[in-house]
Structure formats: structure tokens, C-alpha cells
């Protein structure tokens, strides 16, 4: 059985079609993620490759469970424990996990707390993310870090897929009309946008939950476009981590991580 945690289930209408919901989310992310399913392939195989099976992996700000759901399904023995505080998403990551059972636990908690956090039951081998660190500061990113180096196995890997922008405004312009143009290609732009989905969506659920949602979240704290890459390997150093690296770019999205280890290169075996 799927282990869930504080998800306010009892503020949701019982005949929602959630499964209906979570391919509206996911048509939506596409609309706007190019190569959105290899972002995860690629997450998947590292965390594979670093760490192994019968791993246990933190997903941050894990929304619908998108990224976790390929990760359980990549790794038939791992275990996942997925962070979100959005309590209108935790539902629908419940349905989409829910067949992977036991393995899969969902928690409420704002990556912004560190006091939160530190309740987070680690230690864990493998961190990963998906397009939602960047909606944090750049304060609480740094701080971010270094909890992560504290929650991670020697050997433990981080890696998150986002929006990392150019030191150069020139090459982002030149990223940003790229991005589009693949956008264009992939035939993604019949799908509703962001705020419409968010606007049925709401609608759905009852102003209840759009209150409580609107409470949790606060104001926009990050970066729409993402830090550089350099930024990010900066802070990862300072916080201990080591083998900081770019695992797979595209354009104006990469994938970055870096591994806790006694190694200054390659990625560690686990140490249970």
C-alpha cells in the first residue's frame, strides 16, 4: 500500500477523475518541456549506473510523481520517497504511484523550511528533481544543497533536470527561440497552457483547495530562466559535494548533478 502524509484528501470531490487529470498534466508539461520523457530516461539510467538497484531515492518537489513513477519503474527493487507541498498535485501523485505500492511514499513539506527538512527519513542514495527547484531562491538553493550533502550516503548522487539559463543574454535569446522552435516541431502547442489547466483544474477541486494551495505556496521566490550552470557547480562544491557535472543539455535545460564521495571523480558503489 501506498504511504502518503498529510495529502488533505478530504477537501477533494469523491467522483474527480484524477487519472484524466494527471494526462491533462502531463500534455500540459509537454507543451512546455522539450524531450520531457528522455529528461527522465537519462535521470533514471544515471541514478541506475551510480547507486544500483534496491536503492532509496528523495524526490524533490515531486508534483505528480511524473519523475518517480519512472524511477520505480527503471529500478524494480528501489524505493522512492516523493516531496511536495503543493497539496492539490500529492493527490494525483498518489494516483499515479499507487500501483508501485509500498515502495512509494509521498510527504507534504516545504523544500523552503529547513526545519522541515531535517525531518525528512534519510539517509538516502540518490536525490533527484524535475523542473522544480527553480521556483526557489537562490538563498534557499545554497542552503538546499548543503541539506542534501547531509541527507545522502557516501556514493549518493544528485541530479536535477531545469531551466539553467547562459551567463550570456545573447546565447539565452538564441536558446529561448531554439526551445521554441523544437516546441513547434514536437507539435505540442494544441495542449492547454499552464494557467488553463491550473484555472479547470481549481475549478474541479473546489475553492477550498485553491485556497489552501494559494496559502501554501506564498509569493514566486526563484528564477523563471534558471541559475547558470557555473552557479550551480559553485554551490554544489561549497556544500561538499564532488564529481559536479552536466549530464545532458539542451539548450536553455540541462541536467546537473554531482556525487557525495571520498573519489574527487566517477561514481561511487553504495555504501549501505
Known amino acids: 500500500m501506498l504511504r502518503t502524509h498529510a495529502t488533505m484528501d478530504a477537501i477533494f470531490p469523491s467522483t474527480l477523475d484524477w487519472f484524466a487529470w494527471l494526462d491533462r498534466w502531463d500534455r500540459m508539461q509537454e507543451r512546455y518541456l522539450v524531450a520531457r520523457s528522455e529528461r527522465f530516461r537519462v535521470i533514471a539510467d544515471v541514478v541506475a549506473a551510480c547507486v544500483g538497484d534496491g536503492c532509496r531515492i528523495v524526490d524533490l518537489g515531486c508534483g505528480t510523481g511524473s519523475l518517480s513513477a519512472v524511477l520505480l519503474g527503471r529500478l524494480p527493487d528501489a524505493r522512492v520517497v516523493g516531496i511536495d507541498l503543493d497539496s492539490t498535485l500529492l493527490p494525483l501523485a498518489e494516483r499515479r504511484l499507487e500501483r508501485f505500492a509500498s515502495r512509494a511514499t509521498l510527504l507534504r513539506a516545504d523544500l523552503r523550511d529547513p526545519l522541515r527538512m531535517e525531518a525528512v527519513p534519510g539517509p538516502f542514495d540518490a536525490a533527484v528533481s524535475a523542473t522544480a527547484l527553480h521556483w526557489v531562491s537562490a538563498d534557499t538553493l545554497s542552503r538546499l544543497y548543503r541539506d542534501l550533502a547531509g541527507l545522502l550516503r557516501p556514493g549518493g548522487v544528485f541530479l536535477n533536470a531545469d531551466h539553467v539559463a547562459s551567463e550570456s543574454p545573447v546565447v539565452q535569446e538564441h536558446w529561448l527561440r531554439e526551445r521554441q522552435a523544437m516546441r513547434d516541431a514536437e507539435g505540442?502547442?494544441?495542449?492547454?497552457?499552464?494557467?488553463?489547466?491550473?484555472?479547470?483544474?481549481?475549478?474541479?477541486?473546489?475553492?477550498?483547495?485553491?485556497?489552501?494551495?494559494?496559502?501554501?505556496?506564498?509569493?514566486?521566490?526563484?528564477?523563471?530562466?534558471?541559475?547558470?550552470?557555473?552557479?550551480?557547480?559553485d554551490r554544489l562544491r561549497a556544500a561538499g559535494f564532488t564529481a559536479v557535472d552536466c549530464f545532458w543539455r539542451c539548450g536553455p535545460d540541462a541536467i546537473y548533478g554531482a556525487v557525495k564521495a571520498q573519489q574527487a571523480v566517477g561514481c561511487a558503489a553504495r555504501n549501505d
Open 188 to 233: 505540442t502547442q494544441g495542449a492547454e497552457d499552464w494557467h488553463r489547466f491550473w484555472d479547470a483544474y481549481l475549478a474541479g477541486l473546489g475553492p477550498e483547495a485553491g485556497r489552501a494551495r494559494a496559502n501554501a505556496r506564498g509569493d514566486w521566490e526563484g528564477v523563471e530562466d534558471g541559475m547558470p550552470l557555473a552557479w550551480h557547480f
